[in-house]
């Protein structure tokens, strides 16, 4: 369930009114280990420093598990951004991140063949 982004974030003609750098503290790294697959979930602690408006949103999409991509499309913010404010949720211990389970085989050879076949169709 996307947040509304509304308000004083978000202006219909000149899009969003915070610098996505602003929003992360001019922080650019995330301190935990996040990619785009990770998973997201609330753990029901109330975070014991405030946080920005943006945490809050971000804590609030993670009802259920979510990946970071989707926090991020939500958010409309670039993936980096959000990595960070999830990386805080999650050094806080209101959010937990779980890595994506991968196939032992990673190399599936007929998904790989039909996608090279469609791809030569298109050509």
């Known amino acids: 369930m996307p947040v509304p982004l509304d308000g004083p974030l978000l202006d219909d003609a000149a899009g969003r009114l915070i610098r996505p750098y602003t929003v992360s503290g001019g922080r650019t790294r995330a301190t935990a280990a996040l990619d785009l697959l990770t998973l997201v979930r609330a753990t029901g602690d109330v975070p014991r420093s405030p946080l920005g408006p943006e945490h809050a949103q971000a804590l609030s999409l993670c009802r259920a598990p979510v990946s970071v991509a989707e926090v991020s ?26 890595a994506p389970r991968h ?5 599936d050879i007929p998904l790989l063949e039909a996608v090279l076949d469609g791809l030569r169709r298109r050509l």
Do not use: F
């Open 73 to 98: 499309a939500h958010l409309r913010l670039p993936a980096a951004v959000t990595k960070v404010l999830l990386s805080d949720l999650v050094e806080c211990g209101a959010v937990t991140a779980r």
């Open 103 to 107: 196939h032992d085989n990673p190399a």
